[in-house]
């Protein structure tokens, strides 16, 4: 007995491991093939919507929660996330969305011929999701109130009216472009160019839409790499008020490609809005020299700039700003590009020869915009570039650049890697030889600004000096005395060391290795000769806004150049 009971005990402790172990198993193993389900369902369904965006006329982007309240143009539903049309605003969610695209036209960059010219379009409706505080174009009542799909927009005005007060004849009524209909290229004129092209016709001058005086289309260049990571938001907000096809993405395509554009509008009309940093401006800056070269001069544009990047000194001298991180909405950017004044910018060319009887290689030429310079400014421009080049992904907000810059502007500080650069350098001005006091850096310039926001020339302003402007031909050159001089500089407590002002620099580096920039591009350098010489002009766009204190030493300045650019045109 007692032997029987042993053995039933054994087998049930036996049952009761294998049971505890099933269980242990199939609580390990089920959460892994129910994740496994869910990612297999996940990826399959993002192919599902990768296709449908590849396919579509829209500009689907898909977003895991909407910033404001939104409902599904399709099923009227309240939605949290799904996609959204950066063309034409659209929302559905993502069940909806193969319907949506089926349902629902986008904005037309180009009306369909039917056989004949237009010079008109209706108003393009779309119902639902209206801007807040926006009011009913017939009632001027507050619109998009009520907590449901409610109310129309037009796509291309952006006018807004009730559901009760939507009329049959506002469905076929003339769209007028609303308030930057100066600015927008409507789909009717391209349209036209289209069919005068076929006709091998060139006189674009004569298709001005609307019977306009005054109208002066603008293409906006974003480089959604740039500062502070703003560009792929703005393309969005921009494709929205605008015609798509004035808005490009200069990662996905060069400036030289996208200004070609301006060949198929009205001569000396285009106005370009460059968003992006000082590099990126520069940049946009050699496509129009290339359309020079083309012989397309006639077509040149005049270019305001939206700082995205770091520096932004070009941004700041031209009044555009030290940087923008969303506080002024787009429409009121619009305003400021159809306001802002045309003004001449100095462009320079920056030519270094290595020395060597046996150097075979051709001279580096760089263009010049804002400022070169020699000594600890190009130290810290090559020592943040080098980091940002290793670990790229941390290098995305304008606070964390900075912030790196006074690291190695401290460090510097303490080491004094570039001191006694007067024995090293020979500097000439016109041809004269400047005999060089101790120093250790040398900024020549072209624009006010230099450092991010320091009008370095003035200084202090507590000295007589003639004035700087960027549109006279001559470039100001100063010297500094280290890091910790440049700081002081910035915060107005010592004047740089001013060398003087000239048509044509010359610098000759005579031994060692130094770093050295334009405009913010950085390298190191042995041995050799830097000429400095006057290039081509650009025309740039002045902004006179709100001024602060140190803008305001150059009001005058400002004054004379665009009294200088009536009396050149």
Sequence with gaps: MEGTEGRSGTASSVVADWSLAFWTLCAVILPVLITLWCSFQRSRRQLLIRDIFRKSKHDWHYTD????????????????????????????????????????????????????????????????NVPLCSCCMICKQQCGTQPKLCDYRCVWCQYTVHDECMMDYLKTEECTFGEFRDLIIPPYYLSTINQMRKDKRTNYEKVVPYCRKHWMPVIILANTRSGNNMGETLLGEFKILLNPVQVFDLSKI????????????????????????????????????????????????????????????LSN???????????????????????????KLDRWKVQVTNKGYYNLRKPKVFTMNNYFSIGPDALMALNFHAHREKTPSLFSSRIINKA????????????????????????????????????????VLNIGYWGGGCRLWEGMGDEPYPLARHDDGLLEVVGVHGSFHCAQIQVKLANPVRLGQAH?????????????????????????TVTITHKTRALMLYHSGEQTDDDASSVSEQDHMREQTDEDA
């Design 404 to 443: 790196v810059y006074f690291f190695y502007g401290t460090k510097d500080c303490l080491v004094q890697e570039c001191k006694d650069l007067n024995k090293k350098v020979e500097l000439e001005l016109d041809g004269e030889r400047i005999e060089l006091p101790n120093l250790e850096g040398i900024i």
């Design 317 to 343: 001298t031209l009044g555009w700003g030290a940087g923008y991180a969303g506080e002024v909405p787009v429409e009121q950017i619009l305003r400021n590009v159809m306001d802002a004044d045309g003004i």
């Design 504 to 528: 044509t620099v010359r610098l000759i580096l005579k031994s060692s290795k130094m770093p050295m920039q334009v405009d913010g591009e950085p390298w190191a350098q042995g041995p050799c």
């Design 65 to 128: 929660l909407f910033g404001q309240p939104s409902y599904c143009c399709v099923c009227a539903q309240h939605i949290l996330q799904g996609a959204f049309c950066n063309c034409c605003g659209l929302r559905v969610s993502e069940g909806c969305l193969k319907k949506a695209d089926q349902l629902f036209l986008c904005k037309e960059i180009m009306m369909r011929s039917n056989g004949g010219a237009h010079s008109s379009m209706p108003h393009h409706w779309i119902r639902g």
């Design 254 to 313: 060069a400036p030289a490609k996208a200004l070609q554009l301006c060949t198929l509008l009205p001569c000396n009309a285009v106005r370009v809005l460059v968003c992006g940093g000082d590099g990126t401006v520069g940049w946009v800056l050699d496509a129009i020299d290339e359309m020079k070269i083309k012989g397309q001069e006639r077509y040149i544009p005049q270019v305001a700039v939206l700082p995205l990047g770091t520096g932004n000194d």
